[in-house]
């Protein structure tokens, strides 16, 4: 394919690692950047094809570290286990589709599909984002990854996001399958996640020495280790054992974030899961000192204390990325979750620049991918939104109708800013992929 050179004249630039350039340029070729800087001062090849986004924000595209690609049509924990996993696999295809359509050109995701997807995108076989596969998360016998009223057998088989495994030995052998299915990062639910009567939020899952023996084997193989924990001695022992990340980690006291802070680990906290309407239909688990947070219900009162856990961390220096864990098209759309998880950010209090560095370049960070993606800066891929408007002075401006550009390396996924080629395609959303840089 002919390289061709695009210069994208900028309003607004925001390079994602906190930098704000205003009337910038930026040069891209062959999917990545070859120069960035104020107007003038990059150089501009003279058969270059212009984006004039003069009136817009350039920002890179956003990553999502927490994501499940299962395919599953339906939101029930048994249903998504039971239903055929072929057509789960066709669905996956239109849950990645909605996420690259709300901007996020990057994914870690968490199930079986997430692996085939990975496959297919990087073989040219479908459009879609840059993906860190985990394949299926660890889970205990009885844990939030698995279906207590199925077989076991049936769970190992088709559980569209976890694997049973139970003490050191087990897990050894859990981590070397995994990296032998192509994981690049492997997830572990050290707490239970409030799905079945059994699995509460609160319940630690597996303890020290079996974390410790996943997080060593994962070592040998040079992967991370990402854990979901939801209650302060889970969050302590995952900790203490050397994981990568700490999802949702809404519990955490001061030698948690000391000892985040010391080992470097980043927070991905999903917010949103916690302060979104939605979830005033679950009740919350029965925490220790929840009655003393402010708050008429225990479910105000639980986001009160998620709120407060969150800003502690933030204002400790703790890291923090965006996750969405959008786990069905029902409960937590694709796409708009991970939109919805930088608003609510913002809403209790974070800078939106800072929200937005959270969304992107630390996100890059997390996935151990920051010598690539997340920032806008010579060297890295081509991974990019244009904004129709500012979302420093309105965060609720970074929303799908106002991306009028969305390009990950070579893959132009939307642009209403450039002529559309005659062969452009358009999906079933109206917006048009297939166009070549
Ligand atoms: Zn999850």
Redesign the pocket.
């Known amino acids: 394919m002919q390289s061709i050179t695009t210069v994208v004249n900028a309003g607004r630039l925001l390079d994602g690692r906190g930098g704000v350039l205003d009337d910038a340029t930026m040069v891209i070729r062959d999917g990545v950047i070859v120069g960035v800087g104020p107007r003038g001062t990059v150089d501009e090849p003279r058969d270059a094809r212009v984006i004039a986004a003069d009136g817009f924000t350039v920002m890179p595209g956003i990553i999502d570290c ?1 994501t ?1 690609l299962g395919g599953a049509s339906s939101a029930d924990y048994s249903t998504w286990v039971i239903e055929d996993d072929l057509r789960q696999a066709v669905l996956s295809t239109t849950q990645m589709r909605d996420l690259m359509d709300w901007g996020v050109t990057t994914i870690r995701d ?1 199930s079986r599909n997430g692996i085939r997807l990975k496959w297919a995108v990087n073989n040219g076989h479908l459009d879609g984002p840059r993906i860190i596969a985990c394949g299926p998360g660890l889970s205990r016998t009885g844990g939030h990854g698995d279906a207590h009223n199925l077989s076991i057998d049936m769970v190992q088989r088709s559980h569209p996001w976890g694997m049973i495994a139970d003490g050191p030995e087990e897990l050894r052998k859990a981590v070397r399958t995994l990296s032998r299915m192509g994981a690049d990062a492997i997830k572990v639910w050290a707490t239970g996640g409030g799905m079945w009567d059994k699995e509460l939020e609160t319940d630690q899952h597996y303890d020290l020495e079996e974390l410790t023996a996943i997080v060593r084997e994962a070592d040998h193989l040079k992967i991370p280790v990402l854990v ?1 924990a939801e209650s302060m001695p889970a969050a302590k022992d995952s900790i203490r054992a050397g994981i990568a990340t700490l ?1 949702h980690g809404e519990e955490l006291d001061d030698e948690c974030r000391s000892m985040m802070l010391e080992k470097g680990i980043i927070h991905v906290p ?1 917010l949103q899961l916690f302060i979104g309407p939605w979830f005033d239909q679950y009740p919350p688990p029965p925490r220790v000192g929840l009655e003393d947070w402010p708050g008429e219900t225990m479910a105000q009162k639980e986001k009160n204390r998620v709120i407060a856990n969150f800003t502690a961390s933030r204002e400790a220096g703790i890291t923090i990325a965006v996750g969405s ?1 959008s ?1 069905s098209s029902i409960e937590v759309p694709y796409g708009a979750s991970t939109i919805e998880e930088i608003h609510a950010m913002v809403r209790v209090g974070m800078p939106a620049l800072e929200a937005i560095t959270a969304a992107t370049w630390n996100g890059a960070r997390a996935l151990r991918i920051d010598g690539v993606t997340g920032t806008l800066q010579e060297g890295f891929a081509s991974d990019f939104l244009i904004i129709d408007g500012d979302p420093l002075a309105d965060i609720t401006h970074l929303t799908r109708d106002r991306m009028v550009h969305i390009q990950r390396g070579t893959q132009v996924w939307h642009d209403e800013l450039s002529p559309k080629p005659a062969y452009a395609r358009r999906n079933d959303t109206g917006r048009t992929a297939g166009s070549v840089q």
């Open positions: 927490h499940h968490i979901h999802e999903t864990d786990f």
